[in-house]
């Protein structure tokens, strides 16, 4: 998120972020508009204060991981997790994003785009965080889902997702600390690229710097009726 910012204030754009935490963005006032704010809040949503141009580009960017990053692994198992850190993920994870499409696609300017970021482990299961992974799956499958509804519209508004493969930021459990990651910049482009180039409803896995974006196409299911 902080990357991203970066990005679009060094660009000369109108910038406006949120974050649960104020101290966070202490540093952005002034160059942005700044809100605290819970993602997961229907109602602090609400109370966000209003464009009264619109917005070219949302970036839906606020996740969490089953368990602190202190924690030890057992308190991400998925079958004696406590249940209050599985309503948790899916708070953040999936309400957060939810809150965000349903409050921002009319404030949306035609031709704008809004970028979720899922996972990698919304393409694929992952044991390690269940709870984790099953909450990036329903990005994806909103993403997909609200890209037809765009469609209708006809004002050239797009939605996307990107589903990064290890990123070092805040959630990265300690136990994974010294493992190689992707610096945020990387997610960053991915993101600025979709923003800019991206197909309505495109899902794009971002799992190595070195690597190119790779497009991950839905299946294709016989008819159900």
Not at 1 to 14: C, K, N, S, T
Not at 20 to 31: I, K, N, P, T
Request: net charge negative; glycine share 10%.
């Amino acid at each position: 998120g902080r990357a991203l910012a970066e990005r679009a204030l060094g660009a000369g754009a109108e910038t406006t972020l949120v974050d649960l935490r104020a101290d966070s963005l202490s540093d952005m006032h002034g160059a942005a508009e700044c809100h605290a704010m819970d993602v997961a809040d229907a109602d602090a949503w609400a109370r966000l204060p209003r464009s009264h141009s619109g917005f070219d580009f949302v970036a839906l960017n606020a996740g969490v991981m089953s368990a602190p990053p202190e924690a030890p692994p057992a308190a991400s198992d998925f079958l004696k997790m406590d249940i209050g850190g599985y309503r948790r993920v899916m708070r953040v994870n999936v309400d957060g994003v939810v809150h965000g499409v349903r409050r921002l696609v009319p404030e949306l300017r035609e031709g704008g785009a809004i970028v979720a970021t899922s996972s990698g482990t919304g393409l694929v299961g992952y044991a390690p965080d269940v709870a984790y992974s099953m909450s990036k799956h329903a990005v994806v499958a909103l993403v997909r889902g609200v890209a037809p509804l765009l469609d209708r519209a006809k004002k050239r508004q797009r939605i996307c997702a990107i589903c990064p493969g290890g990123v070092r930021t805040g959630i990265v459990p300690a136990a994974f600390r010294d493992t190689k990651m992707m610096e945020p910049s990387v997610i960053a482009d991915e993101i600025a690229a979709l923003w800019l180039d991206g197909h309505n409803g495109d899902v794009m896995a971002k799992m190595r710097p070195e690597l190119p974006a790779l497009r991950i196409d839905e299946p294709e299911l016989p008819a159900w009726w």
